[in-house]
Structures are given as structure tokens and as C-alpha cells.
């Protein structure tokens, strides 16, 4: 069976690929495992260099893997090249940080001696998304090269030649051959990837369906996972809001990238006292967003990912109405080539309503009306994901007491919600469990092992 690369934008299908047979992954596999046994004895430094010549080779190269993504994803050239040179970035980071952060750790009170070392331990399978191409898969593959391990991509299948060029900048930037490999497979070949003895974890980015299908298939294996799923983040607005800031991060945060990323703004909790302002605002400045070609360095938004997504999406909103909700603008399928959707708003949906417990993977915003902060983190709280969310307040001091009370991965105060490479990240709930970056990241996936002498 072939993999396709398909251009949202034209609906046109622009590369085909063979799919990889399981003797050719499991050659690969081979392979990885036996240059593994040499790359663990690696110096960081000798590490280090060679991320460092990778994240030179994605700044140089951001303009040309942005028009891959533009065309296979849809994504913005202009957004493409920021998401390559933020590639680069984390790089830079664990080549810069990773040796200490896995320096042995001393230990008082065990002993005459005893300290912990981080030992990596094999190869790490990679499932990623399509929504960012590049860098969910750096933000795993860095951390996981840094400490030693090799490391295998399964892309999602329309994004094949993402999966290629990534795996050509690992090679260009002199990382051994099989330290990286990019696998063209189905989903369905998945579990035997997790067969190979030298797959010690996976880490998988995607829906709560492929979490639970990859984490039972790992958890039967006895094999690590960490997962990074979904989220339907609160962007919770005080009556003492900057509301000019909070209106202009509300757009990048629910617009950016057509809507399809997981640590987005989805429901917008407003304060009863600015909820008319803020929704009159949003709506004019979704109004100035540029919809078109994402080849286009003009645009702001461009289609979505798949005719597929776009229809689940307007089902979605259809249940908004049919449950009472109001639609402010945008909310249906304009006509024409190409898997568009209008930035679009709804507002008075009972918040009982079943659509407001789901994630909406579009550029549609949820709004709801509060009286006050104890009724927005009760909303807050309302779904079973618990990725991210935002509150917006000039006190700071009140904004940090709700943000405590409010379960989920992060919370950022006046500011957009986003991975850093300096912080954990991951959810809770539906949204996953285990970190990526910062220190956690780097030992989630190495063998922390006491040793204690006396």
C-alpha cells in the first residue's frame, strides 16, 4: 500500500510513496540497533557538535522545509519557517545543556558514596502528527540523540516527505547513518516495531485514539511511553484584563495553524463585565486575517489538513447550534477548492453540552460567559483533557491562585500557551502523561540507575 502526499490546498496528490515492507523495517531496525552499540559511547561533545550542525542546516534550510509543510500540510510558508528555526533552537539546547542535565546526580545520606547515573538505553519510536511535521519530531529526537539512544520516525502518512527531509538533515548534519530512520509505514505496523528488542519506549503525539491504541500496545510489551494527546485549553479573561494583548494572543493562539494544534486556545471563558468587548473584538480581528494559499507569504491562515478534519470539524459546530449555541461568524464550509474554513466564532452553547467536552482541532472559537472566577475554573475543569490554558489578568497574584486550581499540564499568566524548550511539557487526563523538554525530557527516556558504594 502507498502513502500519499497530498496538497490540502489544491486537493491534489503531489508525491506517492511506497510504503516500507516489514522485512525492510525490520531490517532497518537491524541496523539502527547495531550502530546504537557504537553511538552510546559517544562523547556528549561529539554529540553536541552534530546537533549543533543540524539546528545551522534548519535555519539555512527554513524556507525550503516550510514549502514542504505549506504543500503537504498546509501550514503558512511564514509559520513553517518560525516552526524550522524553532527546530533549531532545541538543538542548540540539549547540545548546549544536555551533558549536565545527565551529569551524576549526587546523593546524601545513602551510603558512604552514592550518586545516580542516566544511562541511555536503545532505540526510541517516534509516532508523530502532521500538524507540526518538524517540530514534534525535534523536540523528541534532539533530547533522545543528546543522551545517547537512536532514535526511529513514524510519521503520519500524509506528510512523507517532511519524514524524508528530516531524516536527510540528521545525515547532512554527519549523525551516523542509522542513528536516525525515518520508517514509511502504516499504523498498523506500529506493534511490530514495538516487537524489536532494541525498541526500549515510544513516544507518540496524536489523538486520544492513537494514544490508547500505541500506549496498550507498548504496555503489553513492557515498554516505556510517554504520551502527548489532545487538549481543549480554558483561556480564562478577568474583568482587569489588557484586553488589546488578550484579544491579539486569542488569534494566534486559536488561528494559528488553521486552528490544529493541540495547546491552542478552544474555550474562551470571559468575565460577564468584558464578555461583550471581547467577543465584538475577536470577531474584528479574525476579520482581518489573510485566508488563502499558504505558499503565499501574505497569508495568516491556510486549509486545513484533510477534507476529513474539515467535516468533523463542521459536525462539531452544528452540534454547538443544535445544543442552543449562537454563531457570531464563519461556521460552515465555504465553497471552492481546497479544505478551507473560516475563522469563526460561537458563543452561548450550554456548557453541558457534550461538543463542549471535546477537543475542536479548528480555527473555531468556544465562548462562554462567567460572573466569576470560581464559576471559569469550574468551567475549566469541565472536560477530561488537561494539556494547557491561559488566564488574563492584571493581578497577578489572583491570576496564580487559579491557575493552582485549575487541573492541567501548564498554565500560562498573560502570556501564550506553548511548548518551551526550558519547560516540561505534557497533560493530564485524556492529554497524556510523561514530559518532553527542559530536564524532564531528556530522562524520560535513559535508564536512571543508582549507584551506591558502602
Same mark, same amino acid.
Given at each position: @500500500? ?14 506517492? +510513496? ?18 546504537? #552499540? ?10 553536541? #557538535?552534530?546537533?549543533? &550542525? ?15 509543510? #505549506? ?14 528555526? %524553532? ?25 558512604? &558514596? ?52 528530516? $531524516? ?11 542513528? +536516525? ?39 503489553? !510489551?513492557? %515498554? &516505556?511511553?510517554? @504520551? ?6 480554558? +483561556? ?7 484586553? $488589546?494583548?488578550?484579544? !491579539? ?27 461583550? $468587548? ?9 476579520? &482581518? ?20 478534519? !474539515? ?46 467536552? $471535546? ?45 493552582? !486550581? ?42 536512571? %540507575? ?5
Amino acid at each position: @500500500m502507498g502513502i500519499q502526499s497530498l496538497n490540502p490546498a489544491t486537493e491534489k496528490v503531489v508525491a506517492s +510513496f511506497e510504503s516500507y515492507s516489514e522485512q525492510q523495517v525490520q531490517s532497518i531496525l537491524d541496523s539502527v540497533a547495531v550502530e546504537w #552499540a557504537g553511538w552510546k559511547e559517544r562523547s556528549f561533545s561529539e554529540r553536541g #557538535a552534530l546537533l549543533k &550542525k543540524a539546528a545551522e542546516l534548519l535555519r539555512e534550510r527554513s524556507g525550503e522545509l516550510a514549502a514542504i509543510m #505549506a504543500v503537504e500540510m498546509g501550514k503558512p510558508v511564514k509559520q513553517g519557517e518560525g516552526e524550522a528555526v %524553532k527546530c533549531g533552537v532545541v538543538c542548540d539546547y540539549y547540545a548546549d545543556n544536555g551533558a549536565e542535565m545527565l551529569a551524576p546526580t549526587p546523593v546524601e545520606g545513602a551510603g558512604r &558514596k552514592a550518586y545516580i547515573t542516566y544511562e541511555p538505553l536503545g532505540t526510541v519510536l517516534t509516532v508523530m502528527p502532521w500538524n507540526f511535521p518538524f517540530w514534534q519530531v525535534f523536540r523528541i529526537a534532539a533530547p533522545s540523540l543528546m543522551a545517547g539512544n537512536a532514535v526511529v520516525l513514524k510519521h503520519a502518512s500524509n506528510v512523507p516527505q517532511c519524514a524524508l527531509a528530516i $531524516e536527510k538533515i540528521f545525515r547532512d548534519a554527519g549523525f551516523p547513518e542509522n542513528i +536516525f530512520r525515518t520508517l514509511l509505514i502504516g499504523a498498523r505496523q506500529v506493534e511490530a516495531v514495538l516487537d524489536h528488542d532494541s525498541v526500549f519506549a515510544v513516544s507518540l503525539t496524536g489523538s486520544e485514539f492513537a494514544g490508547q491504541k500505541v500506549a496498550s500496545a507498548a504496555g503489553a !510489551r513492557l %515498554k &516505556k511511553s510517554v @504520551m502527548e494527546l489532545g487538549g481543549s485549553d480554558p +483561556f480564562i479573561v478577568m474583568e482587569d484584563a489588557d484586553m $488589546e494583548e488578550a484579544v !491579539r494572543t486569542a488569534i494566534i493562539s486559536r488561528c494559528g495553524n488553521t486552528g490544529q494544534t493541540c495547546i491552542a486556545a478552544k474555550r474562551f471563558i470571559v468575565m460577564d463585565g468584558v464578555y461583550d $468587548e471581547f467577543v465584538s473584538q475577536l470577531s474584528a480581528a479574525m476579520d &482581518k486575517l489573510v485566508v488563502g494559499d499558504p505558499l503565499d507569504r501574505a497569508t495568516d491562515m491556510g486549509p486545513m489538513s484533510s477534507g476529513r478534519l !474539515r467535516a468533523e470539524l463542521q459536525e462539531q459546530v452544528d452540534r454547538c447550534v443544535a445544543a442552543g449555541g449562537s454563531i457570531v461568524r464563519g461556521g460552515s464550509i465555504p465553497e471552492g477548492t481546497g479544505y478551507y474554513y473560516p475563522p469563526s466564532i460561537v458563543t452561548g452553547i450550554p456548557v453541558t453540552a457534550d461538543v463542549c467536552r $471535546e477537543e475542536m482541532f479548528g480555527p473555531v472559537a468556544m465562548v462562554f460567559r462567567v460572573l466569576s472566577a470560581d464559576e471559569a475554573v469550574e468551567i475549566a475543569n469541565s472536560t477530561p483533557f488537561g494539556l494547557g490554558g491561559s488566564i488574563w489578568s492584571k493581578d497577578e497574584d489572583g491570576a496564580e491562585k487559579v491557575a493552582a !486550581r485549575i487541573r492541567t499540564g501548564c498554565v500560562f499568566i498573560n502570556s501564550l500557551v506553548r511548548s518551551d524548550v526550558h519547560l516540561p511539557f505534557g497533560g493530564i487526563g485524556l492529554s497524556g502523561f510523561g514530559r518532553e523538554l527542559g530536564t524532564y525530557g531528556i530522562r524520560e527516556f535513559v535508564n536512571v %540507575k543508582p549507584i551506591c558504594v558502602g
